[in-house]
């Protein structure tokens, strides 16, 4: 493989690395964009949603037994794998990085399960579905977790759901519909601009948090490991309890597993256990930014053996 064919593989893997590297290194120039990350990730999520057919998103809808499966992944998988970091880690920081864990599907999962060649319509539903029940999971995690109780702004995840998620989703459905020709020419130019989306919102994300990693690098990076560790277990267990039902929904579950709302875990850990919570909940970040780029080579990897076996 040459270096146009490997940059053409892993263009989305490159942009994001950049992407935390410059949040990590110019973090000033992010936060003038930080405010509207919500705005790139509705563009992106738009341009993903050109994509999905109505049928492929009601049949993902029907299958209960995926989506049950998927829930588990979510909710309860990551959090069990991290019991381990209560030897490691003081009692606030393993709070901290269990409430990132149990912590719903990142929206922007539904990206990278488009990028990784999953079934998309289905990381859409978990995501929509997980970031809902997180209404009620997350108190419970708390609970169990700090013995405390916190209400969550229920108003303001609707909101954020149907501006992310919803007016995207039917606008594209809309521009399918009127304009099928013309759509398709819009999804085959719009790789490059998703992806300008995808840095300036990662870079926007991963900026405030800057000043964190230049206080403590030698804490950020063990818990910068260890959330890599549970995550790679996580993907692990996803991709092979989702291959019974195919490939691209073993990816979708993997991401969607794997890729969790950790902006929702920076309000809430810092709402309930206060700004020493924060490198945990800011390393989570990074790392779940950065997780996408093992997770690519795996897949790829993985992908080639498949394509072995076939011929």
Not at 102 to 126: E, H, K, M, N, Q
Request: proline share 5%; aromatic share 12%; with cysteine.
């Amino acid at each position: 493989m040459d270096y146009k064919d490997f940059v053409r593989k892993f263009s989305s893997i490159i942009v994001a690395l950049l992407a935390v590297s410059l949040g990590l290194l110019l973090p000033g120039i992010g936060l003038l964009w930080h405010p509207y990350t919500s705005i790139f990730l509705a563009l992106i999520m738009f341009f993903v949603a050109l994509n999905i057919k109505p049928r492929e998103f009601v049949n993902s809808l029907k299958n209960y037994k995926i989506i049950l499966l998927a829930l588990g992944l979510v909710f309860l998988v990551p959090p069990i794998f991290s019991v381990v970091g209560i030897l490691f880690f003081k009692p606030v920081e393993y709070a901290a990085l269990v409430i990132a864990f149990a912590s719903p599907a990142a929206i922007s999962s539904v990206f990278w399960c488009d990028v990784f060649r999953g079934r998309t319509p289905l990381a859409l539903i978990i995501s929509m579905l997980t970031n809902i029940l997180a209404l009620a999971t997350i108190p419970i995690t708390i609970l169990l977790v700090t013995q405390t109780t916190t209400q969550i702004d229920s108003a303001a995840i609707f909101t954020n759901l149907i501006f992310i998620l919803v007016v995207p989703l039917v606008a594209a459905q809309a521009l399918r519909r009127l304009l099928s020709q013309k759509t398709q020419k819009i999804v085959v130019r719009s790789h490059p601009f998703q992806q300008a989306l995808v840095l300036f919102l990662i870079w926007g994300a991963v900026a405030p948090g800057a000043v964190f990693v230049e206080q403590r690098p030698v804490e950020f990076l063990f818990l910068l490991f260890f959330i890599f560790l549970i995550l790679s277990a996580t993907f692990v267990v996803a991709y092979f309890s989702g291959r019974r039902f195919g490939r691209s929904v073993a990816i979708a579950l993997s991401v969607v597993s794997s890729h969790k709302n950790s902006t929702l875990a920076i309000v809430i850990g810092e709402l309930v256990l206060g700004p020493v919570a924060l490198p945990a909940l800011i390393a989570n970040l990074v790392g779940q930014n950065l997780f996408v780029i093992p997770a690519r080579t795996a897949l790829y990897l993985s992908e080639d053996e498949a394509s072995k076996v076939c011929v």
